[in-house]
Nanobody
Framework: QVQLVESGGGLVQAGGSLRLSCATS????????MGWYRQAPGKERVLVAI???????NYADSVKGRFTISRDNAKNTVYLRMNSLTPEDTAVYYC?????????????WGQGTQVIVSS
């Protein structure tokens, strides 16, 4: 049982920046992987970035060099800093927490926060 609440979305001009936050209901130290996904209208939900409990990160090719995922265990919060935003980044962004028990995976999702990038 993990509750996630995203915030920080909004409207921004192309080339601008936003920082998304994901507050969790429990210590993220006990969570194997935290991630950000996004879903644009008419498209499937895709992975944007992940960070493991060990601190390793992975990014979608479309955001490499522009987005940075980080975690603050003391605040039970995960962040996604988004720079050089383009209209193609417009989507609803979802926070994900993944727990691993043996080989079984359990995913928890936030309600999403909308990001709109204008030309």
């Amino acid at each position: 049982q993990v509750q996630l609440v995203e915030s920080g979305g909004g409207l921004v001009q192309a080339g601008g920046s936003l920082r998304l936050s994901c507050a969790t209901s429990r210590s993220i130290f006990s969570i194997a992987t935290m991630g950000w996904y996004r879903q644009a209208p008419g498209k499937e939900r895709v992975l944007v970035a992940i960070i493991t409990s060990a601190g390793t990160t992975n990014y979608a090719d479309s955001v490499k060099g522009r987005f940075t995922i980080s975690r603050d265990n003391a605040k039970n919060t995960v962040y996604l800093r988004m720079n050089s935003l383009t209209p193609e980044d417009t989507a609803v962004y979802y926070c994900n927490a993944r727990r691993v028990v043996t080989i079984e995976k359990y995913d928890y999702w936030g309600q999403g926060t909308q990001v709109i990038v204008s030309s």
